[in-house]
T-cell receptor
Framework: DSGVTQTPKHLITATGQRVTLRCSPR?????VYWYQQSLDQGLQFLIQ???????AKGNILERFSAQQFPDLHSELNLSSLELGDSALYFC????????????FGPGTRLTVL | GESVGLHLPTLSVQEGDNSIINCAYS??????FIWYKQESGKGPQFIID?????DKRQGQRVTVLLNKTVKHLSLQIAATQPGDSAVYFC??????????????FGQGTILTVHP
């Protein structure tokens, strides 16, 4: 157990819908990262927050957004869902800003029908 | 329809053998590297990391070797066990700049350990 928690574990929804994925980092970690894992793209970095502020952005679609709250938990919002958004979404956390020692949560499996 | 996906390299070993998993990284500016293990249905699990000012680092039953000249990373697992069967990913990071904590992952290698 990495100490990073994610909910829900599974999510099934329809195209055009909006979903919210939630992540709680390990105790003491200030950075939260979101990654997408799909069969054809592998593990791709989406976005990083550090102590409530966005710090790095990857190949995140405009339909996707995230935030980190004062208690340091984070949410990833996915809207106008398409079939191709079906993937595993992982949250990771680390103590600092530089990304050393990232520990991953168990992931949320999103299925868009 | 035909499924499209990454075709991961595979490595099959016998229990008790040593395993070596290789990774070619992409960016010569990368200065931090991590190996992760991912079992089916689980998130990536941290194994070991190494900074670019080192060329070798050892953990429990694992050793990571870094060759910056050819941008190559390897993970050696001693006395491989069936529980080591998983997909192994290397990841790289560039400190500073605007990338901050972004990890760039390799495609992964499937390790299968036969009893």
């Amino acid at each position: 157990d990495s100490g990073v928690t994610q909910t829900p574990k599974h999510l099934i929804t329809a195209t055009g819908q909006r979903v919210t994925l939630r992540c709680s980092p390990r105790s003491g970690d200030l950075s939260v990262y979101w990654y997408q894992q799909s069969l054809d793209q592998g593990l791709q970095f989406l976005i990083q927050y550090y102590n409530g502020e966005e710090r790095a952005k990857g190949n995140i679609l405009e339909r996707f957004s995230a935030q980190q709250f004062p208690d340091l938990h984070s949410e990833l919002n996915l809207s106008s869902l398409e079939l191709g958004d079906s993937a595993l979404y992982f949250c990771a956390s680390s103590i600092g800003l530089a990304g050393r020692g990232q520990f991953f949560g168990p992931g949320t499996r999103l299925t868009v029908l | 329809g035909e499924s499209v996906g990454l075709h991961l390299p595979t490595l099959s070993v016998q229990e008790g053998d040593n395993s070596i998993i290789n990774c070619a990284y992409s960016n010569s500016a990368s200065d931090y590297f991590i190996w992760y293990k991912q079992e089916s249905g689980k998130g990536p699990q941290f194994i070991i990391d190494i900074r670019s000012n080192m060329d070798k680092r050892q953990g429990q039953r694992v050793t990571v070797l870094l060759n910056k000249t050819v941008k190559h990373l390897s993970l050696q697992i001693a006395a491989t066990q069936p529980g080591d069967s998983a997909v192994y990913f290397c990841a790289e990071n560039i400190s500073g700049g605007t990338s901050y904590g972004k990890l760039t992952f390799g495609q992964g290698t499937i390790l299968t350990v036969h009893p």
